[in-house]
């Protein structure tokens, strides 16, 4: 691999391309931080993409954009004198070293949980961190994300069950108040009990140490893969989905399962 000189200058080169954008380009002269908002989201998105799809060509080449997204809203800090990239990196800096106590300290901290708890611990302690404990969830993150780390912040303060079976008594006792909800004819909050249902799945995938949206996001590939076999089958057939019943479909889906897809 290249050398820290090699790395520190190529980092150099680029904040030079950036500088020089911003002054000569219409384009990278117009941008904002709002401007560039969404565009941000979806770099990050097609990156975590990438890495579920174990694509290490397109990592490295996502983890570029979201790079370039950091140096721009740098840079455009640098122009307000607001900040500027060597204060993104200071304070970066100051805070993992504040948050490593067990490597730069004296504390300890031996296994990964416990890093974490005391990452948490120390976040509700700094003069500028968050409140409460849950205060420092984004709101603009995904539902599904959201839900799992709210309940793993609340766990760094206790609030969780003392064996992770325990859960599956409140997964039951959600998936009841759902169905008594259903039965209704007019449900007044069969939304809400169903994001419970939801919310008490998650919290058993975090028990077990599953990451949800991982999970799901494995299961939607399946899916995925299935139909189209399902689909490719019954064309190569002359048929057409719409026209098919469920049971001849579940015939193409059981040799998609049979096949390992």
């Not at 060597?86 to 004296?106: M, Q, S």
């Not at 003392?162 to 007019?186: L, P, S």
């Not at 599953?210 to 590939?221: Q, R, S, Y």
Request: net charge negative; with cysteine.
């Amino acid at each position: 691999m290249h050398t820290r000189a090699e790395q520190l200058e190529s980092f150099s080169r680029l904040l030079d391309v950036m500088s020089e954008l911003r002054e000569k380009c219409p384009w990278d002269k117009k941008q904002t931080f709002e401007s560039l908002r969404c565009n941000t989201i979806e770099e990050v998105y097609e990156l975590a993409d990438a890495i579920a799809n174990s694509d290490l060509k397109n990592i490295r080449k996502e983890l570029g954009d979201v790079l370039l997204h950091i140096v721009f809203y740098a840079q455009i800090g640098s122009e307000t004198n607001d900040f500027d990239i060597k204060d993104v990196c200071d304070g970066l800096v100051e805070k993992l070293i504040y948050r490593h106590p067990h490597i730069y300290a004296t504390a300890e901290a031996d296994t990964p949980e416990a890093v974490k708890q005391n990452w948490e611990q120390l976040k509700l302690k700094e003069k500028d961190g968050n409140t409460s404990v849950l205060s420092g969830v984004p709101d603009a993150l995904p539902a599904l994300i959201k839900a799992h780390r709210i309940q793993d912040k609340a766990r760094s303060v206790g609030f969780d069950w003392e064996e992770r079976d325990q859960v599956w008594d409140k997964v039951k006792e959600e998936i009841a108040e759902f169905e008594a909800e259903a039965k209704m004819e007019q449900s007044p909050d069969l939304e809400g009990e169903f994001g419970d249902v939801l919310f008490s799945l998650i919290n058993a995938a975090r028990l077990y140490k599953i990451n949800p949206e991982n999970a799901l996001e494995k299961t939607n590939k399946k899916f995925i893969r299935r139909f189209n076999y399902l689909e490719e089958r019954t064309i190569k057939q002359g048929k057409d989905l719409r026209q098919m019943s469920l049971a001849e479909m579940d015939v193409f889906w059981d040799e998609a399962k049979s096949l390992g897809l």
